[in-house]
């Protein structure tokens, strides 16, 4: 029986696990109090999983209808994230280990997206490729076992997650941004203008500040803003897709695995599955859920790294 604590950002998240069995799981976004700013105050946020924390783990609990001497292990994410952020969540987690006299699983958070798959009722089976698309990274995991996870390409710049801020706030769109372009790419058309494919045929290593820098230097009067925003994410969709795919071939891998904010994408989602349908790849994504930050999957990682 797990605690999970996920404070590694705007999200404050608390899940508790039987095994792999989610018997609840809470997240308070901070995106409100950050949105005025534009983006992620990391002092604010700090302030806020202080003040969250406690409650949040209080009504887990309830809802979980467990008490915390049932509690077995406690799990928190270590790295990476915000400084600050990831101390209040380490803090507590170690300080409720030592009280209880039961074990601290400390988590990589983006090992805890990958492991997000395996609440799922039909989980993906070894060897695979799983690509994380966050806020803060892009990468490409090889995954042999769940003892072997090795990075085989990553962003050199810019993570896909970001990219997608930074271009919502030059477009004026508010904090966070994915899921904002999203929106207006609905109606766009993503073949209005052509951006360039960043190191498309360079290997798994992704950049996207190249990418960034095209959308800011655009003529933003010839064009509306719904196919800006088609146009840039299908740019990003291709790269990330084509790098997925080339990660398969290389690595004679027939399953594939997305994680991370970005695949909280609906366009991402459908554009993979086609694609994976065509070359006979197994696909797996999560629900959007478990897509974006949340505990659960801190206490999917955890039950691994417990059972050894
Ligand atoms: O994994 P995540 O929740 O937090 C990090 O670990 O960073 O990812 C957050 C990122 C943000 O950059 C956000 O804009 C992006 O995921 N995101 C999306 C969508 N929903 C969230 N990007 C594209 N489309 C979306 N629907
Ligand atoms: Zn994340």
Redesign the pocket.
């Known amino acids: 029986m797990i605690l999970a604590i996920e404070t590694?950002?705007d999200e404050t998240a608390i899940a508790i696990l039987d095994g792999l069995n989610v018997l609840s799981s809470k997240v308070a976004s901070q995106i409100k109090n950050h949105k005025k700013y534009g983006g992620v105050v990391p002092e604010l946020a700090s302030r806020i999983h202080t003040e969250t924390i406690h409650p949040l783990i209080a009504s887990a609990l309830e809802e979980a209808n467990i008490t915390f001497q049932d509690l077995t292990a406690i799990a928190a994410t270590e790295t990476p994230g915000l400084e600050g952020s990831l101390l209040i969540g380490l803090t507590t987690a170690k300080t409720l280990s030592k009280l209880l006299n039961i074990p601290f699983i400390p988590i990589n958070?983006l090992h805890g997206?990958l492991y997000a798959h395996f609440l799922s009722e039909t989980p993906p089976v070894f060897p695979l490729i799983c690509l994380i698309a966050?806020?803060?990274h892009t990468q490409l995991y090889h995954a042999k076992n769940h003892h072997d996870l090795t990075i085989i390409g990553q962003t050199r710049d810019d993570a896909a997650?970001?990219a997608?801020?930074k271009i919502a706030r030059h477009l004026g769109l508010n904090y966070?941004?994915?899921?904002l372009?999203?929106a207006k790419a609905k109606t766009g058309n993503p073949k209005a203008i052509h951006f360039t494919r960043p190191m498309l045929h360079q290997g798994l290593e992704f950049s996207f500040s190249g990418l960034k820098t095209a959308v800011i230097q655009l003529d933003k009067s010839a064009f509306s803003i719904e196919d800006i925003c088609a146009s840039f994410q299908a740019a990003v969709i291709d790269v990330l897709l084509h790098k997925s795919l080339a990660a398969c071939t290389q690595y004679n891998c027939k399953t594939l695995c997305i994680a991370?904010?970005?695949t909280?994408?609906q366009t991402l989602t459908e554009t993979f599955k086609k694609a994976c349908e065509k070359q006979q790849i197994t696909f797996h994504v999560p629900p959007i859920s478990l897509c974006?930050?949340n505990a659960a999957m801190i206490g999917a990682a955890a039950h691994f790294t417990h059972k050894g």
Do not use: K, L, Q, Y
């Open positions: 590694s950002c958070h997206h966050s806020g803060g997650g970001e997608f801020d966070p941004g994915g899921p372009i999203e991370g904010g970005v909280a994408n974006t930050d």
